[in-house]
């Protein structure tokens, strides 16, 4: 196969051109571009049917695309009318209490230890077991992967530097069955879900500017953020 080929073929749904309610993947009369994936790839499907086969991977999915219909008041009067009814955090304990989880996992940044407290209480209020871990658990210094001082934070001192991978080891050591990640760094996070035994979910990413909502540069990109796409 050639690299054009190759790339052709590859799956690009972000630059679709259709709108929702057209496209194949969501309309079985849709339509689709040549390099639709739902199209072009059944093999990929059918590999992961298979996995959806599996009964604790079954019961997950299940449990998650229920989740995301009760998600919505209204819907018995058709589509164009449903509301939106549940912020992200009772979704995540909704979810949990489905999969009959009790011990979960949070694992959260330094710079958002007040809201970690807040979720906490609000989960063990719930019915949870909470097992939490900040990122700077640990008190590794950053020299330790080769941070430089000029590269540090805090110039000039000791700074622990962020320790996912030691987060995800303290859930998998106390056996947490859901992990909740809290306003993990770029790259922290990816950690954690590497090295997590559990599954994880995210309830809020960090965007140090935008107060945690990173979608806010995203709406903007054409009037105030434009600047980020110059060389």
Avoid: W
Avoid at 39 to 46: G, H, V
Avoid at 57 to 77: D, K, M, N, T
């Amino acid at each position: 196969m050639t690299m054009d080929r190759c790339l052709a073929e590859m799956s690009n749904c972000a630059g679709c051109p259709f709108k929702n309610a057209d496209r194949f993947c969501m309309n079985l009369e849709g339509k689709h571009p040549e390099t639709c994936p739902t199209r072009n790839q059944p093999d990929t499907f059918a590999q992961a049917n298979r996995e959806y086969a599996k009964p604790e991977i079954r019961a997950f999915a299940h449990a998650a695309s229920v989740q995301e219909g009760e998600g919505y008041a209204e819907r018995e009067r058709g589509y164009a009318h449903v509301k939106p009814l549940k912020p992200r955090i009772l979704e995540i304990a909704e979810f949990a209490q489905r999969m009959n989880y009790r011990r979960l996992g949070l694992i959260f940044c330094a710079g958002l230890a007040r809201e970690g407290k807040l979720v906490a209480d609000f989960l063990h209020s719930r019915g949870f077991e909470i097992v939490s871990a900040i990122c700077k658990v640990g008190q590794v210094p950053k020299e330790t992967i080769g941070i430089a001082d000029d590269q540090k934070i805090a110039i000039g001192r000791h700074e622990s530097m962020c320790n996912p991978i030691s987060q995800a080891m303290l859930m998998n050591a106390a056996k947490t069955e859901f992990n909740i990640l809290l306003g993990l760094c770029v790259g922290h996070d990816s950690m954690v879900f590497k090295y997590s035994d559990a599954f994880c979910t995210v309830l809020a990413a960090k965007d140090r500017v935008f107060g945690h909502n990173p979608l806010a540069a995203v709406y903007t990109l054409d009037s105030y953020y434009r600047y980020l796409k110059q060389p």
